[in-house]
């Protein structure tokens, strides 16, 4: 099956984010935007490119993580007419080399929104490139990670963000359907297909218990994994439990633990203190954006020797005193790293929500302060509807009746 066949083949999946394209290419909203993307380079990113070109837009793209990228994906987006700078494993250096090549090209233009993918073009933005800002070109941004937003958050905070940025991560759709579900199954994906374990009866810790964390612990327990679920946060650390999960400090979890998934966006959440207390053969993935959460410098410089590649993304590192620690995709993102990322369906809503941030920036030119914004709730509900609609589900409305007193404060015992 060649490229385009494949990527052609997830939009048949993507139902919502072909209606918006079927609607754009008759509207044309964003003739004369350049949209620069810093996304997963994936079948599923081509069919969003699609409908961005649809809509009349002019791409640039890189990827947001090395090992994300898929080759043949970026090749074929290449001989559509799109520029892409991405390879699939390139260095620190590398990568950075184009995210700055993508930036590069908004250079001169006179409309541009960005798409980002864990902040990194928008945090170079503002490091290397302020040439860029205050011209009036930039007309916003979107960020659709969890750990991209946290970063927004902080440079919000030190007063330093200097264009207007919509959270699109924090929608309820993006959350549920993306966070929860996608992440979930995609990283549950990769543990299996870099391990080829059995899953069942395993010890299997996952960190953090937010929508991502949650996405994966239900699956794994869905596999018949024993799950223990590490926090910081006596809610979440609450809502675990009371879910069903068992919840432990770090330290007590990772001895007994057959796998370790981290899904906190944090860092050093397995760190060198933790190395000494790992089971002989343990499993280390992580399910956030980042290389950060468990300290692959701490494990290289606690190992004796390392086996790269015992498996496709499987590392195996040996420790001083000879137990052995497997590590899934240098740990990086391993869905996406190891596995495929998020099925179709569930980009499908994502990037819907991407595509008509871009339409409602674009439309609110001029109307937003610099800052991080909400995506507005009638965007969310129309692509949580389409997708309804799309599975053949129908829904209740409310009456006259109901929603006059839904707004009314009178109406008491």
């Known amino acids: 099956m060649t490229t385009a066949r494949r990527i052609e083949r997830s939009e048949r999946s993507m139902p919502v984010l072909s209606r918006v394209r079927d609607q754009w290419s008759r509207s044309r909203p964003l003739t004369g935007v350049v949209v620069a993307g810093c996304l997963p380079l994936t079948a599923e990113t081509g069919a969003l490119a699609r409908t961005l070109r ?28 799109i520029a892409v700078h991405a390879r699939r494993g390139v260095d620190r250096a590398g990568y950075y080399d184009d995210v700055r090549a993508t930036l590069d090209a908004l250079t001169g233009a006179g409309r541009a929104v960005l798409l980002d993918d864990g902040c990194d073009l928008i945090s170079t933005l503002h490091q290397e490139r302020p040439d860029l800002l205050g011209t009036g070109a930039l007309l916003g941004a979107s960020e659709q990670t969890g750990t991209g937003v946290l970063r927004l958050r902080q440079l919000a905070r030190d007063g330093a963000l200097s ?19 996608g992440s979930g199954q995609s990283t549950v994906d990769a543990l299996l297909r870099a391990t080829g374990m059995l899953l069942a009866g395993r010890v299997c810790v996952v960190a953090g218990f937010g929508d991502v964390g949650r996405g994966v612990a239900t699956r794994l327990r869905g596999l018949g994994a024993q799950v223990v679920v590490t926090e910081v946060d006596p809610v979440a650390a609450l809502d675990a439990t009371l879910d069903g999960f068992r919840v432990l400090p770090m330290a007590a979890a990772a001895a007994e633990a057959h796998v370790v998934v ?19 053969g343990v499993v280390l993935a992580n399910a956030g954006h980042f290389d950060v959460e468990v300290d692959v410098r701490a494990l290289l410089a606690a ?3 390392r086996e790269p590649d015992v498996r496709p993304a499987l590392d195996e590192y040996t420790l001083a005193d000879g137990r052995r620690v ?10 996406l790293a190891a596995a495929e990322g998020s099925p179709p369906a ?16 674009v439309g609110s030119a001029g109307t937003l302060a610099e800052g991080v914004h909400e995506l507005p709730t009638e965007i969310d509900q129309r692509v949580a509807a389409l997708a309804l609609e799309s599975l053949g589900v129908e829904v209740d409305r409310l ?8 707004r009314s404060w009178r109406s008491g015992s």
């Not at 497997?326 to 869905?335: F, P, Q």
């Open 346 to 361: 569930v980009m499908d809503l994502a990037f819907a929500l991407q595509a008509l941030t871009v339409r409602w920036l």
């Open 54 to 81: 649809a809509g009349g837009a002019e791409l640039v793209l890189c990827s947001s993580n090395p090992l994300s990228t898929q080759d043949d994906v970026t090749a074929s987006l290449r001989e559509q007419g």
């Open 326 to 335: 497997l590590l899934v995709a240098e740990g990086r993102v391993a869905g």
């Open 163 to 181: 264009l207007p940025v919509v959270a699109v991560n924090d929608t309820p759709v993006k959350r549920v359907v993306d966070n929860r579900w």
């Open 303 to 305: 190992a004796s020797d």
């Open 262 to 280: 981290t899904a906190t966006g944090g860092v050093d959440v397995v760190g060198a203190r933790h190395l000494p207390l790992l089971r002989d």
């Open 399 to 406: 009456s006259t009746a109901q929603a006059t007193y839904l």
